[in-house]
């Protein structure tokens, strides 16, 4: 069911993104990179990433004039390891992301590489990355703790592990307005933009049925990461959870 709605959402996805967040979702993926702290050299993983968004940011900050300012041989060679490795289970999302790397001049870009898989079964190797995001994409996968324990898994020690998911607004009047606007707005807007009412309609309720942000922080922690925290944004709509392999 849900690789049906990702499958029928795929070419709208930015668009819809952009127009139910007010393109908040840029400055919260903006905030996610930015905590990630990205470096040349780096294996990263982003999982349930098929438009690229995130490892498009991650690329930008690697490749930055900041970066580059004290250049040489050794960096240079760290920029060639540099490897962002973009995996979802939809190969829909996959294209929409190449085809944006294409339009961005990035499709030759040996350092981005896109991967269909499960964030349930990863194929990836033991210790084998140093950064692990995941966004807007861990509450609809099957088993939470699958994915939380996956990528456990494949992070090197030291490895951070970062989830932007739209999460669960506390202050009451403001939940009234989300509310509203989840459940009457976003539908709506899905049928007019898109032609696609149910598929939206399941986007919210799956908000709804996610783990508040103290329980997933527990679940974080409990599949083995240490120094879990999350940080709030607009009030709860989104929340960043993090934590490290030690």
């Given at each position: 069911?849900?690789?049906?709605?990702?499958?029928?959402?795929?070419?709208?996805?930015?668009?819809?993104?952009?127009?139910?967040?007010?393109?908040?979702?840029?400055?919260?993926?903006?905030?996610?990179?930015?905590?990630?702290?990205p470096?040349?050299?780096?294996?990263?993983?982003?999982?349930?990433?098929?438009?690229?968004?995130?490892?498009?940011?991650?690329?930008?900050?690697?490749?930055?004039?900041k970066?580059?300012?004290?250049?040489?041989?050794?960096?240079?060679?760290?920029?060639?390891?540099?490897?962002?490795?973009?995996?979802?289970?939809?190969?829909?999302?996959?294209?929409?992301?190449?085809?944006?790397?294409?339009?961005?001049?990035?499709?030759?870009?040996?350092?981005?590489?896109?991967?269909?898989?499960?964030?349930?079964?990863?194929?990836?190797?033991?210790?084998?990355?140093?950064?692990?995001?995941?966004?807007?994409?861990?509450?609809?996968?099957?088993?939470?703790?699958?994915?939380?324990?996956?990528?456990?898994?494949?992070?090197?020690?030291?490895?951070?592990?970062l989830?932007?998911?739209?999460?669960?607004?506390?202050?009451?009047?403001?939940?009234?307005?989300?509310?509203?606007?989840?459940?009457?707005?976003?539908?709506?807007?899905?049928?007019?933009?898109?032609?696609?009412?149910?598929?939206?309609?399941?986007?919210?309720?799956?908000?709804?049925?996610?783990?508040?942000?103290?329980t997933f922080?527990?679940?974080?922690?409990?599949?083995?990461?240490?120094?879990?925290?999350y940080?709030?944004?607009?009030?709860?709509?989104?929340?960043?959870?993090?934590?490290?392999?030690?």
């Amino acid at each position: 069911m849900v690789s049906n709605v990702f499958s029928n959402v795929a070419s709208n996805y930015d668009l819809m993104n952009d127009l139910m967040s007010a393109g908040l979702h840029r400055l919260w993926k903006d905030r996610l990179v930015s905590k990630l702290n990205p470096f040349p050299g780096m294996k990263h993983l982003d999982v349930a990433g098929g438009t690229g968004d995130v490892a498009f940011r991650i690329l930008e900050t690697i490749n930055s004039v900041k970066h580059r300012a004290m250049q040489d041989v050794l960096e240079d060679n760290l920029y060639e390891e540099t490897r962002i490795f973009v995996c979802d289970i939809n190969p829909n999302m996959l294209n929409v992301g190449k085809k944006r790397a294409l339009e961005r001049g990035s499709g030759e870009e040996k350092s981005l590489i896109w991967v269909e898989g499960d964030a349930e079964a990863l194929t990836f190797e033991d210790n084998s990355m140093d950064g692990y995001t995941i966004a807007f994409g861990i509450r609809n996968v099957t088993h939470i703790e699958k994915v939380l324990a996956e990528a456990f898994r494949v992070l090197k020690r030291g490895g951070r592990f970062l989830c932007l998911e739209l999460s669960h607004v506390e202050v009451p009047i403001f939940k009234e307005f989300y509310d509203y606007y989840s459940f009457s707005i976003i539908p709506a807007l899905g049928e007019l933009v898109a032609g696609d009412r149910d598929s939206y309609q399941y986007l919210v309720e799956s908000i709804r049925r996610f783990p508040p942000q103290e329980t997933f922080a527990s679940m974080i922690a409990d599949a083995g990461f240490q120094k879990v925290e999350y940080e709030n944004l607009v009030g709860g709509v989104v929340s960043i959870h993090s934590g490290l392999k030690l």
